[in-house]
């Protein structure tokens, strides 16, 4: 039952599947990062992202990714938002945000999940697009064009997001906030407006990565409960905020992830991000990658 | 035995004979059918604030725990046929056993890490069940009730019962918890960790003691479930929303003293129970939501800060 071929198949969808996880993963690797915000929601907007590519694509027919883009503009007034709230409720008093800041990131979460099924309904939505649908056929082998895209788009977000960081000043301000927001201070900056600025990057890049999320597979309001593993897994084992490392534990995740569902079956492949999760905060929680101990 | 302690019994007793009479007067079956739900509410809140609120360990596994607790009570009566009790005594021993393997997992992790660790957790044995044929796996299993027990004339006034019985458990076990010197240990625990290692309180012991404790009465409340609904399914026995609930009923209420998550549960349970009858079940997780925001963001100690507050208030004007 189980061959050479088989593994091979698995091992290439596995990772074109890795390089998705990464695109989704991204947002969460520079919020909780780069910034230790506990962004609990993020799958949500992520899931929040899909639905608005869903609502460009059924009414005006336009391309999932170029929809994708449209909203991203928005999503970062969003996240600038979504920060400035968190600031003023907790950082900026100085208190500790542990339990009510994972608190207040659930809740906003379970908030976006309702006002979706309220607007979308319950129902699962996918996108139409010409390269949906189609597969790509090497020998035996049948690699969906859906997941090629997701893949293509993928690297290039993640080599994009990479390059800011380490090339424009902006970039390197946010490095810089995540290693000493205080020196940052001394120096004459203003970190909250750099923290702002990370966090509205973070949900922006959610744009193109609603739009894979709903190409790759249909999507319901609930999906990112799921995905609450998956992005915190691929964050902790890269070893927070490193680009580099998100890839790379995105693909280690996405191949793990094709290798059990060939040999045990879909119904196992929910608990595989979950379990990896709690192996890496177990046994190496600074990572693959780790930026400190 | 102190004042307050007489007074606290005397409470309890008092609440225990207010529920035994409610099965012998009322004859309708609804009060029952929503009163258990909001008990159900009270045993988890308070488990649930030995380890959150005391230590201040976001456990995010409520469900893990509830649902196995309801798994316990399945296994147990379709492999034995156990009864009621056996099936709670049962859950609470699992229950216990989760909370020591989670002590000991987590022992090193903070803040969010703790609580993702729990999340986890909870799809690991979520996805165990659903995979576990003998239990009814994806699909979920009926479940057959027993003929009932004099001197109740249903099972859901027994089951209710029962539920207050826990409730004054948990209760019990959480207030003995927070005056005695674990609930002072844990305390300063919460303030700061590395300073209560130090100065010999024996954080690790502590931590896994309340993972324990909080986990048996959690996994217990779960158990009557099963019968309850006369079904189960891990989807909905492993639900997050239970997870949620739970972490907002506590906030809500206030997690310095075990008084804060029986009124939080009280509160959002009953609104719940409201909403669900006269909107809708979205509305209700809607509702949840947005008040688990609000308390979070204008009121961080809860209820019981709230009236701290005002009877400081009053108390200054006087003066």
């Known amino acids: ?293 | 035995m102190s004042r307050a302690s007489i007074r606290f019994w005397i409470g309890a007793t008092v609440f225990l004979v207010a529920i035994a009479l409610m099965t012998q007067v009322i004859d309708n079956e609804y009060p029952f059918f929503a009163g258990y739900v909001i008990l159900q509410f009270i045993v988890l809140a308070v488990a649930w604030s030995i380890l959150g609120g005391y230590a201040g360990y976001v456990n995010f596994g409520t469900s893990a725990f509830f649902g196995l607790g309801v798994y316990t009570a399945v296994f147990l009566s379709k492999a034995t046929g156990a009864p009621l009790a056996v099936q709670i005594a049962a859950a609470a021993i699992v229950g216990a056993l989760l909370g020591f393997a989670v002590g000991l997992v987590t022992l090193r992790m903070q803040g969010i890490y703790f609580s993702i660790a729990t999340i986890a957790l909870t799809i690991i044995i979520e996805t165990t069940v659903t995979n576990w044929r003998f239990v009814g796996g994806a699909a979920g299993i009926q479940m057959q009730r027993p003929p009932v027990m004099p001197p109740f004339h249903s099972y859901v006034q027994m089951l209710f019962f029962v539920q207050a019985l826990l409730v004054v458990l948990a209760v019990t076990i959480a207030r003995y918890t927070q005056i005695s010197w674990m609930g002072r240990g844990l305390q300063a625990l919460k303030d700061d960790e590395l300073a209560a290692e130090c100065t010999g309180v024996p954080t690790l012991r502590l931590k896994v003691l309340a993972c324990v404790i909080s986990g048996a009465l959690m996994c217990a409340a779960g158990a009557p479930a099963a019968m309850y609904l006369q079904y189960a399914d891990p989807s909905s026995a492993f639900n997050l929303n239970y997870s949620v609930s739970v972490l907002a009923m506590s906030l809500i209420g206030g997690t310095a003293h075990w008084v804060g998550p029986v009124l939080g549960a009280i509160l959002l349970g009953t609104t719940q129970q409201l909403l669900a009858v006269t909107i809708s079940s979205e509305a209700n997780v809607l509702v949840l939501g947005v008040m688990l925001v609000l308390f979070v963001v204008a009121a961080p100690e809860g209820l019981i800060g709230l009236i701290r507050r005002i009877g400081r208030n009053r108390a200054g004007g006087r003066t």
């Not at chain 1, 990479?162 to 900056?189: H, N, P």
């Not at chain 1, 193109?208 to 992005?231: E, F, K, Q, S």
């Not at chain 1, 793990?256 to 929910?270: C, D, K, M, R, Y």
Request: glycine letters at 10%.
């Open chain 1, 1 to 293: 039952m189980f061959s050479m071929e088989l593994l091979l198949d698995a091992v290439v969808l596995g990772v074109l599947l890795g390089c998705f996880y990464a695109a989704v993963s991204l947002g969460l690797s520079v919020s909780f990062g780069l910034l230790d915000v506990p962004h609990v929601a993020h799958p949500a907007f992520l899931v929040m992202a899909s639905y608005g590519v869903f609502f460009l694509n059924d009414r005006f027919d336009i391309d999932p990714l170029l929809a994708g883009l449209f909203i991203t503009p928005l999503l970062f007034l969003f996240g600038l938002a979504a920060y400035r709230l968190y600031y003023e409720t907790f950082e900026k008093r100085g208190s500790d945000a542990g339990v009510r800041g994972i608190a207040f990131f659930f809740g906003i979460a379970f908030i976006v999940e309702v006002l979706i099924i309220l607007q979308f309904g319950v129902d699962q939505r996918s996108v139409t697009a010409s390269y949906i649908g189609k597969a790509w056929r090497i020998g035996d082998m049948r690699i969906p064009i859906r997941m090629l895209v997701a893949f293509a788009v993928a690297s290039a977000m993640t080599i994009l997001l990479a390059l800011y960081l380490s090339r424009t000043f902006m970039g390197r301000a946010i490095r810089a906030v995540a290693q000493d927001q205080e020196a940052l201070r001394l120096m004459g900056a203003n970190p909250v407006r750099i923290k702002q600025w990370a966090f509205g990057i973070a949900t922006a890049v959610l744009g193109i990565a609603g739009a894979l999320l709903i190409i790759v597979a249909p999507v319901d309001p609930m999906l990112g409960r799921a995905y609450i593993g998956r992005t915190f897994c691929v964050v902790v084992m890269a070893g927070l905020g490193s680009m580099t490392g998100t890839l790379v534990a995105a693909i280690i995740l996405g191949v793990a992830e094709t290798i059990v569902l060939t040999l045990f079956g879909a119904s196992w492949a929910p608990a595989i991000s979950f379990a990896m999760l709690l192996g890496v905060l177990a046994i190496r929680p600074q990572g693959l990658f780790g930026r400190r101990s």
